[in-house]
């Protein structure tokens, strides 16, 4: 029942965790892939070339600190036709830097084993090469710092690593950090703590220095510490982190929202689009309204859409006289048609104030079901209230009537809602964008922001060097504040005033003699 070579009828907790089973709670995040998709990698047992089993088995180390596994056969005659490049990584690689690999094998079946706990490899696991001696081994047989197999000391920069499925912990260290340590560790004069830092690689010290705050985050938590705490799919977190609001939400709610201090009738035209729908029925144009504050995200889809020129030369693919005209689709089928985040998007004709199909030019999103909307929209021909509380309203007609009536008046095909003459949108004509206001906005505001925050850190330094001066004006620790010598109260401050003489002394009192010490030469006994 127990592993190892006691006999004992059960398992105890260390060997459960990590001695021997590494069924810790936490073993399953570790194993979580950072690790390649498994069709990804080469079988431990084949060549990296050929992906067929290896006879002569050589190794070639990557900057990492891992290794790809070649047979020789192979790979010389690729170096040999590729002015020695490496094949995978396209690296310079010399046929002397091949290392020579050496597998334990089981002599009746040829499997390929650990020379030291004597467990057959797998794919699934941790497999780790001696690059001085080139034996292979298990990750967790290599201890001490000593191959047991040849009696030979190495270095952990010596270890390379040859197989890693489930994203473990590397045993090997990256090339480069190893050579800085050696370099470093040659020249004279640099102590140790100067070799670690310069050992360390940069992002290590980067990810050390306090983030900026972003300016969209929220008063709440993200939920991740509670969620992975309650849910094994949740990877573990233990650190609170805040949540960020949707950027995008935050500009719609703005958009919105009326401005405060000023009336809703003087900022309503500020917070709507103007465009013309440039057609090719005769150059006439239809102008459009959009209703930024009712609808902000259809509106915003829109105008991003636009800007994109997915509208341009979109056909006029269904007309039902005295209902509407459907446009929008670049396909031209009425089937196509995507949003401008790529996946259908939330309705908005359930918010408070929306627009209604109350007359004639109301643009509306086409769609197929709730939340469904893409890029399709329509214009009416007529007030339509059973479309209310189905389809969002996001602007109105406000110049080229004449043209709309042109649009209805079209002949269609038989048996079909599809016009008989190809009308198409030639441009989408931006003149007044909301959107674009606001992120301009936004950035002025968080430049400001930004210049405050690097004066107030001005300020802060040169009050921390103002407060290592004394109520004197003197700097703490400087040689300009002298001690006087005399014993009285205040003997160590230095005024530095001038002296006043007292009326009616006519001379400066002399200076007090020093004190003598010692017996002196005993002419007063």
């Not at 127990?2 to 810790?24: D, M, R, V």
């Not at 909307?373 to 007529?382: A, L, R």
């Not at 009192?509 to 002419?523: A, L, M, N, P, V």
Request: with cysteine; hydrophobic share 30%.
């Amino acid at each position: 029942m127990g592993h190892g070579n006691s006999n004992k009828l059960y398992i105890t907790h260390a060997e459960h965790t990590g001695q021997f089973g590494s069924h810790s709670a936490s073993s399953g995040y570790k194993a979580k892939a950072q690790a390649p998709h498994p069709g990804n990698r080469t079988p431990f047992d084949s060549c990296a070339l050929s992906f067929q089993q290896f006879t002569h088995p050589v190794c070639a180390r990557n900057n990492d600190g891992t290794g790809t596994v070649f047979d020789l056969v192979n790979i010389i005659p690729w170096l040999k036709q590729h002015n020695n490049t490496h094949p995978i990584t396209k690296e310079p690689l010399a046929p002397t830097d091949l290392i020579t690999l050496h597998y334990s094998r089981k002599e009746a079946s040829g499997e390929i084993y650990d020379p030291i706990s004597f467990k057959p490899f797998s794919e699934h696991s941790h497999i780790v090469a001696i690059a001085t001696t080139g034996n292979v081994y298990l990750a967790e047989s290599i201890k001490g710092g000593r191959d047991l197999v040849s009696d030979v000391p190495f270095n952990k920069q010596d270890i390379i690593t040859l197989q890693n499925p489930h994203g473990l912990p590397q045993v090997s260290v990256p090339t480069s950090v190893a050579s800085t340590t050696a370099v470093l560790s040659k020249h004279e004069g640099v102590s140790k703590s100067s070799e670690v830092k310069s050992a360390v690689p940069e992002g290590v010290a980067t990810a050390k220095t306090k983030a900026a705050v972003p300016w969209n985050i929220s008063p709440y938590s993200s939920g991740l510490p509670g969620a992975s705490l309650t849910s094994t799919s949740v990877d573990p977190s233990t650190a609170s982190s805040r949540l960020l609001w949707d950027e995008e939400e935050l500009m719609f709610e703005d958009i919105s929202n009326p401005v405060k201090g000023k009336g809703k009738e003087k900022d309503v035209g500020k917070r709507r689009a103007y465009v013309r729908l440039v057609t090719s029925l005769g150059g006439g144009s239809l102008n459009l309204e959009l209703f930024c504050e009712k609808a902000p995200k259809t509106c915003y889809n829109f105008l991003m859409l636009a800007k994109a020129g997915k509208y341009n030369n979109c056909l006029f693919h269904r007309l039902v006289p005295g209902f509407m005209i459907q446009t929008g689709d670049p396909t031209g089928t009425g089937a196509g048609g995507e949003s401008y985040w790529g996946t259908p998007f939330r309705d908005e004709h359930d918010l408070k104030g929306a627009a209604k199909h109350d007359g004639r030019g109301v643009l509306a999103m086409a769609n197929k079901g709730p939340a469904t909307n893409g890029s399709q929209f329509y214009i009416t021909f007529k007030a339509t209230p059973h479309l209310d509380k189905k389809h969002t309203v996001f602007g109105k007609l406000v110049g080229g009537e004449g043209i709309l009536d042109l649009l209805e008046k079209l002949a269609l095909k038989e048996g079909t809602e599809r016009p008989a003459k190809s009308v198409r949108i030639n441009e989408v004509v931006i003149y007044q964008d909301p959107f674009d206001d606001y992120k301009k906005r936004l950035a002025n505001k968080l430049a400001k922001k930004a210049q405050s925050k690097e004066a107030n850190s001005d300020t802060s330094s040169q009050k921390k060097e103002n407060d290592e001066i004394n109520w004197f004006g003197v700097k703490v620790g400087s040689d300009s504040a002298s001690v006087t010598g005399s014993g009285d109260v205040g003997k160590y401050l230095n005024l530095k005033r001038p002296q006043v003489t007292m009326a009616g002394c006519g001379a400066v009192e002399e200076q007090r003699k020093k004190r003598k010490t010692g017996f002196g030469d005993f002419s007063g006994w």
